[in-house]
């Protein structure tokens, strides 16, 4: 069960808070061209991580073409974007060539990674009752911490928040 101030309460019993200042957790995925990306390849450079629900359907997509189409002022800022879902690397090659995504689509398709980061659990849609990501964006620094965490994003403009919070990083 997912818990809005990043308490996290898995079903086996585990907890785990994801907050500014820690450590943000290792993980291992394949991206779209099947090539393995850990979080630690990134070191040296902030790292803007958002878990999103599904490639291609509406919310996902307008997430996904902000960062696109902001994609000049994070390289300007040398700040890496990894876009994290439970579809598999084929999806994800589909997604991203459909819309000239730039940034790596990593496969979780066992929601490992969502797990711990907290960013999968029970969901209610239209009275439906399901399991799935909760779409959250961690702003990790060049030392590898949390620097901030973006719940219940909202797609459309989320990408200048980060962008926002990223020229707050760099000043501070």
Not at 48 to 66: H, I, M, Q, W
Not at 144 to 151: K, P, Y
Request: charged residues 25%.
């Amino acid at each position: 069960v997912y818990n809005k101030t990043n308490n996290i309460q898995f079903r086996k019993g585990f907890t785990m808070t994801i907050s500014p200042g820690i450590k943000a957790p290792e993980f291992t995925l394949q991206d779209e061209s099947n090539t393995i990306r850990r979080l630690s390849d990134f070191r040296g450079r902030p790292v803007v991580l958002y878990f999103y629900p599904r490639d291609d359907t509406p919310g996902c997509t307008t997430e996904a073409c902000n960062f696109r189409d902001d994609y000049s002022a994070y390289i300007d800022a040398d700040v890496v974007i990894l876009g994290i879902s439970p579809d598999d690397p084929k999806s994800h090659t589909r997604f991203k060539n459909k819309y000239s995504l730039q940034f790596p689509l990593l496969a979780d398709k066992n929601h490992e990674v969502c797990n711990l980061y907290g960013v999968w659990g029970v969901k209610k849609f239209m009275g439906r009752i399901y399991d799935g990501v909760f779409r959250t964006t961690f702003l990790i620094d060049a030392k590898g911490r949390i620097n901030r965490v973006f719940e219940n994003v909202k797609p459309a403009g989320h990408s200048m928040e980060v962008l926002a919070a990223i020229k707050a990083l760099k000043q501070s």
